[in-house]
T-cell receptor, first 117, second 113 residues
């Protein structure tokens, strides 16, 4: 597609449930990132993939969060035993590396808005 | 203390005004400085990118970086209602390149016709 696509756009779940959020990056972009944006805050880094492997997962808050990118394209962010504090917009971004490695240009999707009741 | 501090505003100015947006940071390792614009319920989009200290101009937008003061600015000249958005500063450091951006809180800007 023309841009980064994220599904679902909105997800409401109950505390303790399992959630999967999907990201389809721009075709040809090898780098993929997940960020989390709480209300009134800037995005916070969660994890970065270069190809199929997680190159940096230092931003994942705890072991309830996990992300995969098995074929180096689509990625899924998985959240187990959701808590109310997980409510946020989960943003996915991709970039064309190495050309954009130092230009700061990440192409963001519109996000998946997660609400945990 | 957060690594990047940004006044959340909100900031409201009349059309045509010059707007100044600012961020301060504490990590002297930051080398790459960016401004992203985020419209309501949309993802951020890159507006300006600067490496190290100095100025960069792009149309009505000017980005300034003062590494000695750990202070960056974005100026918008002849502001338009379409500039109304949240402006996020972001930065990263040399070791990690652009993979891991640290964002400010964002400043919500409204340009009134």
């Amino acid at each position: 597609g023309a841009g980064v696509s994220q599904t679902p756009s909105n997800k409401v779940t109950e505390k303790g449930k399992y959630v999967e959020l999907r990201c389809d990056p721009i075709s040809g972009h090898t780098a993929l990132y997940w960020y989390r944006q709480s209300l009134g805050q800037g995005p916070e880094f969660l994890i970065y993939f270069q190809g199929t492997g997680a190159a940096d997962d230092s931003g994942l808050p705890n072991d309830r969060f996990f992300a995969v990118r098995p074929e180096g394209s689509v990625s899924t962010l998985k959240i187990q035993r959701t808590e109310r504090g997980d409510s946020a917009v989960y943003l996915c971004a991709s970039s064309l590396t190495p050309a954009s490695l130092y230009t700061g240009e990440l192409f963001f999707g519109e996000g998946s808005r997660l609400t945990v009741l | 203390q957060k690594e990047v501090e940004q006044d959340p505003g909100p900031l409201s100015v009349p059309e045509g005004a010059i707007v100044s947006l600012n961020c301060t940071y504490s990590n002297s390792a930051f080398q790459y400085f960016m401004w992203y614009r985020q419209y309501s319920r949309k993802g951020p989009e890159l507006l300006m990118y600067t490496y190290s200290s100095g100025n960069k101009e792009d149309g009505r937008f000017t980005a300034q970086v003062d590494k000695s003061s750990k202070y960056i600015s974005l100026f918008i000249r002849d502001s338009q209602p379409s500039d109304s958005a949240t402006y996020l500063c972001a930065m990263s450091h040399l070791i990690q390149g652009a993979q891991k951006l640290v964002f400010g809180q964002g400043t919500r800007l409204t340009i009134n016709p």
